[in-house]
């Protein structure tokens, strides 16, 4: 990355300037980028087609927007890189269902590790509403905000860790190889991810964006803010509600869009909210 690529990313963090590498800086540049790049699926829903090169992800970001896994940690370990960082790419595996099997490390997720002060760490801010700040990886209970966490042994990987979220989070946990991974590694899963029918990426909207404090996530048109309190949930059924939503809690205002793309893209939200409500009413 050019030095002037790196001072727009860092003020887009609102860092403005980290340091040589540190523990502190590294988990001051993960809590900013959970805070304000949020995790978030809105080039699939508006037609949009994306790559897994970290470059595009960087550009978008820039723009204002965020990403899922494959642009934020991707984005995020080229910034760790310029900022001179020993950071790696790492194949990692969702496990999303309670009850069912661990699907092992299949290469649906891009998680990272950073090598700080003599000790590795777990960094993702591609994980939705899981980590605030990095993990040591090593096998322990970690407690950031409301949540707790574990990382462990992987039992299905080899040589591997796994990540065990929060019982409240969104998905079961995440298995992930210590083998160095790179862009090409994920093509084939961000194509099954961003066209599939059958990916949620593609049935619902998402929005995700961490704080100290808790998660605050929109699904469809459900939005959802977890933390120590509890779990409250809100429909947005108007346009205003929800693009208001977007760029209040998310920062997503969509300055790259059109009227009539924003159109669209309501449309298509909100007709896949109303069929999901009734399924769900279905007797």
């Known amino acids: 990355m050019r030095k002037v690529?790196?001072?727009?990313?860092?003020?887009?963090?609102?860092?403005?300037?980290?340091?040589?590498?540190?523990?502190?800086?590294?988990?001051?540049?993960?809590?900013?980028?959970?805070?304000?790049?949020?995790?978030?699926?809105?080039?699939?829903?508006?037609?949009?087609?994306?790559?897994?090169?970290?470059?595009?992800?960087?550009?978008?970001?820039?723009?204002?927007?965020?990403?899922?896994?494959?642009?934020?940690?991707?984005?995020?370990?080229?910034?760790?890189?310029?900022l001179g960082y020993r950071v790696s790419w790492h194949r990692g595996g969702v496990h999303g269902t309670p009850g069912s099997p661990p699907p092992g490390v299949t290469g649906d997720h891009l998680t990272l590790v950073v090598v700080c002060e003599g000790r590795s760490w777990f960094v993702d801010v591609g994980l939705g509403d899981a980590l605030h700040e990095p993990l040591p990886l090593r096998a322990a209970t970690y407690r950031q905000g409301p949540f707790t966490y574990r990382l462990s042994r992987s039992g299905v990987e080899p040589g591997g860790w796994r990540f065990d979220h929060d019982p409240r989070g969104t998905f079961v946990g995440m298995d992930f190889s210590l083998a160095p991974a790179g862009p090409d590694d994920f093509i084939d899963w961000h194509r099954r991810l961003s066209t599939s029918p059958d990916s949620g990426f593609v049935r619902i909207f998402s929005a995700i964006r961490r704080d100290p404090h808790g998660v605050d996530a929109l699904e469809g048109c459900v939005l959802n803010r977890t933390d120590a309190t509890g779990r409250s949930q809100r429909e947005l059924d108007t346009a205003g509600d929800w693009f208001g939503a977007l760029a209040d809690l998310f920062g997503l205002t969509l300055d790259d869009t059109t009227a009539a793309e924003r159109s669209m893209l309501w449309s298509h939200v909100y007709s896949r909210h109303e069929a999901w409500k009734a399924r769900r009413n279905c007797p």
């Open 5 to 82: 690529d790196v001072q727009s990313y860092l003020q887009r963090l609102g860092i403005p300037d980290p340091g040589p590498p540190s523990v502190a800086g590294l988990h001051a540049l993960h809590a900013a980028h959970v805070e304000r790049v949020p995790f978030e699926t809105l080039e699939i829903h508006l037609g949009r087609p994306t790559t897994t090169d970290p470059r595009e992800s960087v550009a978008r970001i820039l723009r204002g927007r965020g990403g899922y896994c494959f642009h934020l940690n991707g984005a995020f370990a080229t910034l760790l890189h310029a």
